[in-house]
């Protein structure tokens, strides 16, 4: 709402790929043991799967799937578990084991937008999605908002009422650059959306040891991952307003 009142409406970009994702109990799952965290894909879609909590109570599951007919916008869309299953039919046994056990999925339709030009005006301005929505294939949605969040907070710390416009414009200048960096790096973080997959360009992934010798197992690929954060807010530069350059606060 506030964006559209401060740059007018504007419909976000269909990707023509949908995300399934859930989470469930890793009880379904019997003696299956699966890797700690492990990403398979076919030359056009791929699927994340790994245990969550700290005892590995709950699996997690999120798919980049082709679906041009899908355009909902929606936090609460299910999915079909049979059309589900179909699409990742070929995959390997471990991914059809999940996919079979899973009680319930929700769908959501991956769809994008450009940086924005600015984030507010006067007193109000955006974080998180409002400002910066992106792609889900380096896994920093939500990471970006948190770091908004922290770095508007140390901007406005002790700031009187006199200068909260020129806070929030700090905040704006702070965030912006890095956002949009990483907004456009997800939009190209899509190997595997189609053609052959280039060996060795894993991106943000790190410590794979087994994707080095990638695995080519009825139709699909795997590799054993570790995926790296960096959510260091409080190591995040705040730009200089006044002198213009970033500086470390
Ligand atoms: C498939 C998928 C996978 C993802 N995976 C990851 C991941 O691995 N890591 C990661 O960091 N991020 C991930 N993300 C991104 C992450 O979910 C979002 O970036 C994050 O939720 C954005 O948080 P937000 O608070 O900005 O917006 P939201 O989470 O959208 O919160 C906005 C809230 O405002 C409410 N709202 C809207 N309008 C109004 C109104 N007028 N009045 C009152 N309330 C209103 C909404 O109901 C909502 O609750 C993923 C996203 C998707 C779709």
């Known amino acids: ?13 269909f990707t023509g790929r949908v995300a399934y994702r859930t989470t469930y109990p890793a009880a379904r799952l019997g003696d299956l ?22 005892r590995r109570e709950e699996i997690y599951f999120v798919t980049s799937t082709p679906e041009p007919d899908f355009e909902v916008e929606s936090w609460s869309a299910r999915g ?26 929700h769908k959501w339709a991956l769809v994008e937008r450009d940086p924005l030009p600015r984030w507010g005006e ?13 792609t889900p294939y ?10 908004d969040a922290a770095v508007l ?8 009422a006199d200068g909260i416009e020129r806070a929030l414009q700090r905040y704006e200048l702070s965030r912006k650059e890095r956002t949009s960096r990483i907004q456009l790096t997800s939009r190209q973080n899509t190997w595997g959306a189609s053609g052959p997959i280039p060996h060795g360009s894993m991106g943000m992934m790190r410590g794979m040891s087994r994707s080095q010798r990638l ?35």
Request: with cysteine; glycine share 8%.
């Open 1 to 13: 709402m506030v964006r559209e009142i401060l740059l007018g409406p504007e419909r976000p970009r």
């Open 33 to 54: 043991k699966l890797d700690d965290n492990c990403k398979w894909w076919g030359p056009d879609r791929h699927i994340v799967i790994y245990y969550v909590k700290p």
């Open 80 to 105: 079909d578990l049979k059309v589900l299953c179909e699409a990742y039919a070929g995959f390997h046994p471990d991914v059809r084991a999940v996919l079979a056990a899973c009680p319930e999925v």
């Open 122 to 134: 006067g007193r109000a301005v955006l974080l998180g999605d409002a400002c910066h929505p992106m």
């Open 138 to 147: 380096m896994a920093q949605g939500a990471a970006a908002a948190i770091e």
């Open 153 to 160: 907070s140390r901007c406005l710390a002790g700031v009187k």
């Open 215 to 249: 695995e080519n197992e009825m139709g699909s690929e795997r590799s054993s991952t570790l995926i790296t954060h960096h959510y260091r807010p409080s190591e995040l530069a705040i730009s200089a307003f006044d002198r213009g350059r970033p500086q470390r606060l």
